[in-house]
């Protein structure tokens, strides 16, 4: 585990992430199927439920919090392709951000436009999620990638 915290965070140093326990791991299925449940509705819909879910912060410093955000994005997205092989990065995102708000982690949903028409991705929109304007479900290069858009809920981005 200390080498894949080494690969993502950088750093030698090793951060203590707290453990999903059963209750955890059924919060991230209930919170899963409740987004993908609202998102069927409309994107709309879906950025409207993002918005109106309470918000109480977890007491981790921020390599703590994006260390744990990335364990229930992995356990969230696999909830999700049990639900649906099909999803879309839009889906995805939309759901990933609800399970990480609804368990304290102020995500929010990027929606950004290809930079540039020479890029070597396939499609001219995408939308990840970030936590302090970092990806948590996709690459770090994304927002060099892919102008930014729309992020949603707007004006929540912490200082390190």
């Known amino acids: 585990m200390r080498e894949l915290q080494f690969l993502m965070t950088g750093e030698l140093k090793y951060y203590e992430v707290p453990r999903l326990r059963g209750k955890d791991m059924f919060m991230i299925f209930l919170n899963t199927y409740k987004a993908f449940r609202v998102y069927r509705k409309g994107s709309a819909f879906a950025f409207k439920y993002i918005d109106s879910i309470p918000l109480e912060k977890r007491a981790l410093e921020f390599k703590e919090m994006y260390l744990l955000a990335r364990k ?10 049990v639900l649906s092989k099909e999803a879309l990065c839009l889906e995805r995102s939309v759901v990933v951000c609800s399970v990480l708000r609804s368990l304290g982690i102020p995500a929010q949903v990027v929606i950004g436009r290809r930079a540039s028409a020479h890029s070597s991705e396939r499609f001219d929109f995408h939308a990840w999620v970030e936590l302090n304007r970092i990806p948590v479900n996709d690459t770090k290069e994304n927002p060099t990638v892919f102008m930014e858009i729309l992020r949603i809920p707007q004006g929540e981005e912490e200082d390190d």
Do not use: A, G
């Open 72 to 81: 229930i994005t992995s356990w969230s997205q696999i909830f999700l392709n």
